[in-house]
C-alpha cells in the first residue's frame, strides 16, 4: 500500500504531454508543470497562431511565455529519482497529446469518452454520467469525442450554441420547405394546364384533320363526278355522231344500189336495136333521183374529240395552279399555330444555326445573264446570255433569282458574296418583266433588300434606302421569324453583328432573293452556304 501510494504522489510530478518524470520542469503562468523540452514543442506547433495555450486548461497566452526552470520541483523529480520511483505506469484512461480530454477534469485529466454538441464540451466517463441521469441534459446530442466542437460555434461576434443556431435554422428551413411545397403546387397546375393544352391541340389537330379529309374527300367526289359526266358526254356525242354518220352512209349505199340498177338498165338500152323502143324508153331510164347532200363530209379536217382532251388538259393547269398557291396558304396557316409564346431571339450565330435551313435557286427565276452551279446554291453574274427556256417566272431585265423553297416559321442562312450583290427576302407574286421598281428586290412593297458593296451596305424596301454601318465581310446572315414578323441581317465573321433589322408583318410566305450586279474587273458572285 505504501508504494501504490508513493506511485500515487509520483503520478503529480509527471508531465501530461510525455507522461514521464518532469525533466528540467517549468511552470507556466496558469500554474501547470512540464518538461522544458516538451512545452517547446507544443508551442512551436501553435507558433502560426500566435496564441499560446496550455494543454492541460486550455488558458491561453497571447504572448509567449518565457521559461524558467522550476528549481523545487527538479529538485524533488531527482529525489524521487534517488529513491528509485519511476514514473506512474502509464493508465489508459489518462488523455495523451493526440487524445480528446474531458473538459472537467482537474489536474491531469482523462480521455473523454463522448463530446456534447450542445454544452460544446468533452467528458470521461465520470463526468458524463449526469447526461445519462439528468432529464434536461438526456436531450443533449453527444458524438464520438472530437476536438472540434469549437467550430459548431457560430463565428459571428455574438456566439450562440449550435442547438440556437439549429433551431434558428430549423424554422427558415421550415420556411423554405413552405415555398418549395408552394412551388410544387404552382408547377403541378401549370402541368395541369400544359395537360389540358395537349388534349385540347389534340383534338383540335383531329377535328381539323377530320374536317379537311372530308372536304378533300368532297372535292375528289366532284373530281370524279365531273369526270364521269365528261365520260358521258363524251359517250353521248359519240353515238349522237356515229349515228349521223352511219345514216349518212346508209343514204350513200342506197343511192349507190340504185345508181347501179340504172347504170344496168341503161347498159342495157343501149343494146336495144329497135329504135322506136329506144326512144320510147330512154326518158323514163335517163332521168335521176336527187343526189344525197355529201358537202358536210368536208366542211373541215375532222379532229374529232382531240379539243375535248385540250380543254380537260387546260382544267388541269388551273387546279395545279390553284392548289399551289393555296396549298403555300394552307402550309402557312398551319405553321402559325402557335399555343406557347415563341422563344426568345438567337443572340449567338450557335443559336442561329439551329434555324439553319438548305436553300436552292430556281432555274426557271433566273435572269439569263446568271449563271447557276453548284447544285444551284451559287449564282454568278455573266457578260452573256445563257440558254434557258421560256417562263413566265423568270426574271427578264433585272439581275435576279429567287430560291426555289418557301420560307416560314424560323429560318437563317447565309450568303457569302463578291463584288456587288444585294441579298433579299420576297414574296412570290413579286413583278417578273420589264425593268420597272415593281420587279426590283427593295424598291417596292413586296421585297426586303441589303445591297452589299465592298465598303458600304444599303437597306431597301418600298424605293427608300436606309444607309446601314458594320464591319465589312463577305458573309452576310440572314434571320426570319415569319409570325413574328421579324427580318434581321447580320454581318458574319468571326463575331456575328446585328446590320439591320425589320419587325413587321408577313402576309405570305417568303422567298429569298438575289440579284447580282456587272463587273469588267470582279467576278461578281454570291452563294448560300452549307451549315449542316
Known amino acids: 500500500m505504501a508504494q501504490q501510494g508513493a506511485q500515487l504522489d509520483g503520478a503529480k510530478f509527471c508531465c501530461s504531454i510525455c507522461l514521464d518524470l518532469l525533466k528540467d520542469p517549468v511552470t507556466i503562468p496558469c500554474g501547470h508543470s512540464y518538461c522544458m523540452s516538451c512545452i517547446k514543442g507544443f508551442w512551436d506547433e501553435e507558433n502560426e497562431k500566435k496564441i499560446y495555450s496550455c494543454p492541460q486548461c486550455r488558458q491561453t497566452f497571447t504572448l509567449r511565455p518565457v521559461l524558467v526552470k522550476n528549481t523545487m520541483l527538479a529538485d524533488l523529480t531527482e529525489e524521487l529519482k534517488k529513491t528509485g520511483l519511476q514514473a506512474a505506469p502509464v493508465d489508459h484512461c489518462y488523455a495523451g497529446p493526440e487524445d480528446v480530454a474531458c473538459d472537467v477534469c482537474t489536474g491531469r485529466k482523462l480521455k473523454a469518452l463522448k463530446s456534447c454538441l450542445v454544452c460544446l464540451a468533452s467528458y470521461c466517463e465520470k463526468h458524463l454520467q449526469p447526461h445519462y441521469d439528468a432529464a434536461p441534459l438526456k436531450k443533449h446530442k453527444l458524438v464520438d469525442p472530437s476536438k472540434k466542437l469549437q467550430e459548431n460555434i457560430c463565428s459571428s461576434h455574438d456566439t450562440v450554441s449550435a442547438a440556437a443556431e439549429r433551431t434558428e435554422r430549423q424554422r427558415e428551413l421550415e420556411v423554405s420547405r413552405q415555398n418549395i ?300 421569324d415569319h409570325s413574328a414578323g421579324i427580318l434581321s441581317f447580320y454581318s458574319v465573321s468571326e463575331t456575328m453583328t446585328l446590320l439591320h433589322r425589320v419587325q413587321t408583318t408577313f402576309t405570305q410566305p417568303l422567298y429569298a432573293g438575289l440579284r447580282l450586279y456587272y463587273s469588267f474587273s470582279v467576278g461578281v458572285t454570291a452563294e448560300f452556304c452549307k451549315l449542316k
Open 181 to 480: 411545397q408552394q412551388r410544387i403546387q404552382d408547377r403541378e397546375k401549370d402541368v395541369k394546364v400544359l395537360q389540358q393544352e395537349v388534349e385540347a391541340i389534340s383534338r383540335s389537330a383531329d377535328k381539323a384533320e377530320e374536317d379537311s379529309e372530308k372536304i378533300f374527300t368532297e372535292l375528289i367526289s366532284l373530281i370524279q363526278k365531273r369526270s364521269s359526266d365528261v365520260k358521258q358526254q363524251i359517250r353521248s356525242q359519240q353515238e349522237t355522231e356515229v349515228s349521223r354518220v352511219k345514216e349518212l352512209q346508209e343514204k350513200l349505199e342506197q343511192e349507190i344500189t340504185e345508181l347501179k340498177r340504172k347504170d344496168a338498165e341503161l347498159k342495157q338500152l343501149s343494146h336495144t336495136e329497135d329504135h322506136n323502143q329506144f326512144l320510147h324508153n330512154y326518158p323514163s331510164l335517163s332521168q335521176l333521183s336527187e343526189p344525197t347532200d355529201s358537202s358536210s363530209i368536208n366542211i373541215r379536217p375532222l379532229r374529232y374529240f382531240e379539243d375535248v382532251t385540250a380543254a380537260v388538259s387546260e382544267l388541269r393547269d388551273q387546279l395545279q395552279d390553284i392548289l399551289r398557291e393555296k396549298w403555300t396558304n394552307i402550309s402557312l396557316t398551319v405553321t402559325e399555330v402557335d399555343v406557347l409564346l415563341s422563344e426568345p431571339e438567337p443572340k449567338t450565330r450557335a443559336q442561329f444555326l439551329k434555324y439553319s435551313c438548305e436553300i436552292t435557286l430556281d432555274p426557271n427565276t433566273a435572269n439569263t445573264q446568271l449563271l447557276l452551279s453548284d447544285g444551284n446554291r451559287k449564282a454568278t453574274s455573266m457578260s452573256q446570255q445563257q440558254f434557258y427556256s421560256s417562263h413566265p417566272d423568270r426574271f427578264t431585265v433585272w439581275r435576279q433569282v429567287l430560291s426555289r423553297e418557301s420560307l416560314t416559321g424560323r429560318c437563317y442562312w447565309e450568303v457569302e458574296w463578291r463584288g456587288g450583290v444585294c441579298v433579299a427576302v420576297t414574296y412570290k407574286n413579286i413583278s417578273r418583266a420589264g425593268n420597272s421598281n415593281e420587279c426590283g428586290f427593295g424598291r417596292n412593297d413586296k421585297s426586303w433588300s441589303l445591297d452589299c458593296d465592298t465598303n458600304s451596305y444599303t437597306f431597301r424596301f418600298n424605293k427608300v434606302s436606309t444607309p446601314v454601318s458594320g464591319p465589312g465581310s463577305s458573309r452576310v446572315g440572314v434571320y426570319l
